[in-house]
């Protein structure tokens, strides 16, 4: 085309100080046209901001025009100026159209209008053409991007973790399946024939192998997909999702819980200070949205006031016996009642008793500290009472529980004996075991879920809406 540079919609501040012609290519969101002049809102997915490229009907061929619709991808060579319009400070003077691949009007879905996320999220394959799912993905990449940098300017390493694993890592047997060979055939020769010659399922967690990297190398974090074959349809359940699992020799709890509120500050600083534009757009939809719901159920807090609510807070920190208590005396609506009700120590909490504490009694972010063993893992290392475990839930309002951790029990005879209390194999995990023989040191580590952390700095109500291709009971479509 004769242009060395095709320049982004992002850029366009800079590509307006070109004095030439200029190459932008996109996809057309709107079309608009009178008798001398067309208007097209183009969008390369770089900004939430679409381009306006202005035609001169008189210079182009009508029938080129026509072919031009929403979906439409195009290239144009034009001229940047300022311009006249509100919504815009730049337009593109278009002098050349290159039509790279039409889009049907009569069966393009994603036409100028509003559309639900669940139409959406059966066009998955379409849906980052959007304004809100472009947002969300930005944000994402954002994030992930600020995770890395997280770690590495503190001297972390980051591992890869298998994906195909023989162990339980959480023990609650909740696992997908791998094998190359047919049911009957695997259950008649227990494994020895497939390829791995034992069983074999996708990973739920990576800590364990983490742990195993940290006991070498000090500090190491993972970044991988995790999956729980956990048959629940709901708004806060993913099949297939990302975690961040970082695991530390020689931190104790404390330690721990001191790093996951400096990350969730710095993850969520980062998002306030390079998103603003798309937050600023998820923040006016949220609100549109909220106007249709009845008072009560409207959001005390806009978004990007929830997410000063966590850089802007110390984060409360408190055991779990205290937090039965407060629960358990509190009043947190009309009927004076939760839908799960706080009356037995050792409950494992639900959504709503975390948001009360977080929301309503401290309003700040909450870390709760010393669990019950019975409803904890068995990695986890056990307090003196014999009755509680080093684990910690930071909880954040909205969303709940946002990262669950412990310190790890680095004491064998206390490993040993749990594995055995809680049915865990000590034949399978045998090299688990062994790091505890070796050198043992005290060593802590947490679990983020991505998609849980994107659902609260986006505002989004589903977490099927933070992942591009989400995979949950019943849905593994593209």
Known sequence: MGIE??????DIVEASKKSNDILISGWVRNKRQSKNVAFLSVNDGSTIKNLQVVIDLSKVEIDLIEKINTGTSLSIIGKIVKSQGRDQSFELIAHKIYILGVADPESYPLQPKKHSFEFLRDISHLRSRTNTFGAIFRIRH?????IHNFFNS????????????????????????????????????NYKDDFFGKEVNLTVSGQLNAELAALGLSEVYTFGPTFRAENSNTSRHLAEFWMIEPEMAFYDIKDNMDLAEE??????KYTLDNCKDDLSFLEKAEGD????????????LNLTERLKFVCNNTFERLKYSEAFEILKNSKPNKKNKFDFPVNEWGIDFQSEHERYLVEKH??????????PKKIKAFYMRQNDDNKTVAAMDVLFPIVGEIIGGSQREERYDKLLSRMKEMNISEKQLWWYLETRKFGTVIHSGFGLGLERLVQFV?????????????????????
């Open 154 to 189: 503190k001297g972390f390493l980051n591992i890869h973790t298998p994906i195909l694993t023989s162990s339980d890592a959480e023990g609650a047997g909740e696992m997908f399946k791998v094998t190359t060979l047919d049911i009957e055939k695997k259950i008649k020769n």
């Open 362 to 371: 401290f309003k700040k972010p909450v870390i709760i500290v010393d669990y």
């Open 142 to 146: 954002a994030i992930i991007y600020a």
């Open 289 to 300: 949205r909220d106007k249709q719901k009845p008072m009560l159920e409207r959001q005390s």
């Open 458 to 478: 986006t505002g989004m109500t589903n977490i099927r809406d933070v992942i591009p291709f989400p995979r949950s009971p019943g849905n593994c479509k593209f």
């Open 5 to 10: 540079k095709r320049y982004k919609v992002i």
């Open 263 to 268: 990350m969730l500050k710095y993850l969520v």
